[in-house]
């Protein structure tokens, strides 16, 4: 007598099935790894104001580039709701050697690498921006020039980054 085998999966269905498993499970864990994955630089006080710092994140994702966010912060709150982007690089980074905060009145920026390089400047009194995110980028570029006339009257050797 013969067994009816038509209702038992056969060697390919089974291996088909254990594939999909293995791959949901990777862009699961991959998933869970991208967004977690963010640590905190350091926090860095700004020069020529009191109770102001920039604070600097680094989230590791599995392409080559790492994405540095910063976020502005006042002695007990945040001045900035949300971290902004700053920069992408394809180097960790572990310290805030590279980093430089200063100010100009009421205006705070920063500097990676090259301190006449502004990456980041921001008007405590307006509370506008380079990068700002929450625009357009050509709107982002406009308050940034904006802001870097501002600071160039107290030093004309500051340029955007954007402005390369």
Known sequence: MKRDTSHQPNKQSIYSRYLRSVMLLLFIASSIYSCQNRHKIGTIKVKGI????FSLYQESRLDKV????YQILGKNHKITDQSKHLTGTDIPKESLDMF?????DSIVYLTY?????????????TFR????LSGSWQNDIIIGDELMKDLNKHNPKLHGAWDK
Do not use: Q
């Open 129 to 132: 921006g380079y990068p700002n």
């Open 50 to 53: 009191d109770e102001v710092y």
């Open 66 to 69: 790492h994405s540095v966010d």
């Open 113 to 125: 690498g090259d301190t006449n390089t502004v990456y980041a400047v921001f008007d405590l009194k």
């Open 100 to 104: 430089h905060a200063k100010s100009y």
